[in-house]
């Protein structure tokens, strides 16, 4: 695609994004400043010490909690997904939400060990002076490169988009929250489909999807996994991904997408990806109304 032909259709985007918004209705919808939602529930760090899948709750021995609570180590109810990501001895950092009589709950659960966030952070900052660098060209069109980068996935590990090197990966952009059929659920339901032919091909071990929220705030790796696993996706070879807010941002600019926060509406386009075993981009679909078959000739070829 040349520079003024992407330039015509950014603007093109640009006009219709009102009427292709997502919803980001649900607690605290109320958009700060800044754009971003503001969690329910106070900040919290600490370790887990144990993981009681009986009970579902985790053990943890937390900070202080400033004007609230001292270190203490206490029991928080918490979603399934997130039980399930736990790892006793691994450090987190979360929202803890009273839910009276005694009853404390931890909600939006991020990792907090130094390695993972160490990689996380540098990867972060890597694309941050790529994408600066890149400039008016931060735009990667069809036969370029994918950028490097490291996300969470929906199970709170570190993914380097370096280990899918000589398989081929689709990328979408997606949000848990989107409520519109034809949007989100749309992209997905087009992604599952690429999966399930390549795979009936016996073909599976050559591919990897990954859809990437446009919502990190709020789409942490539980919510991920929740979300997955309530649609029954096959994760085998899907991963959803979330993380820093300026490495989502700089690969939104990178990809050609765009997604803008209007109160409690997210305002984007949709774009999918095809990355060949090199990591060159090789394809590229935009809107939710593209046709499988597109990217499985390619996978299969």
Avoid at 268 to 293: F, K, M, N, V, Y
């Amino acid at each position: 695609m040349s520079a003024g032909l992407f330039i015509r259709i950014f603007t093109l985007c640009a006009t219709v994004l009102v009427a292709a918004g997502c919803s980001r209705s649900g607690e605290n919808a109320a958009a700060k400043d800044t754009g971003q939602l503001d969690p329910p529930g106070r900040p919290l760090t600490g370790q887990i010490i144990k993981v009681d899948e009986d009970r579902g709750t985790l053990l943890v021995d937390h900070d202080p909690i400033p004007d609230y609570m001292p270190q203490m180590v206490m029991e928080f109810q918490v979603s399934a997904a997130d039980l399930a990501n736990a790892v006793e001895g691994q450090r987190i950092r979360a929202r803890l939400i009273e839910k009276g009589e005694g009853v404390f709950q931890l909600a939006h659960i991020w990792p907090d060990d130094s390695a993972s966030g160490a990689h996380i952070s540098a990867s972060a900052r890597a694309l941050r002076q790529d994408t600066t660098i890149r400039g008016n060209q931060a735009y990667r069109a069809v036969g370029e490169n994918l950028p490097s980068f490291a996300l969470y996935d929906q199970t709170g590990e570190v993914v380097d988009i370096a280990r899918f090197r000589g398989k081929n990966i689709l990328i979408n952009f997606i949000y848990t929250r989107c409520p519109i059929a034809t949007m989100c659920p749309a992209a997905i339901t087009l992604m599952e489909s690429v999966q399930d032919r390549v795979r009936q091909a016996g073909r599976a071990d050559e591919l990897e999807l990954i859809s990437i929220t446009f919502d990190p705030e709020y789409d942490t790796p539980g919510v991920l996994r929740a979300y997955a696993e309530a649609r029954a996706i096959d994760l085998s070879n899907y991963s959803f991904m979330t993380g820093p807010e300026t490495a989502i941002k700089d690969l939104l600019r990178q990809f050609g997408v765009i997604a803008e926060v209007e109160g409690p509406l997210i305002q984007h386009t949709l774009a999918t990806l095809l990355i060949d075993e090199e990591g060159r981009i090789i394809d590229r679909a935009d809107g939710s109304q593209w046709d499988p078959d597109q990217f499985v000739r390619k996978i299969l070829r």
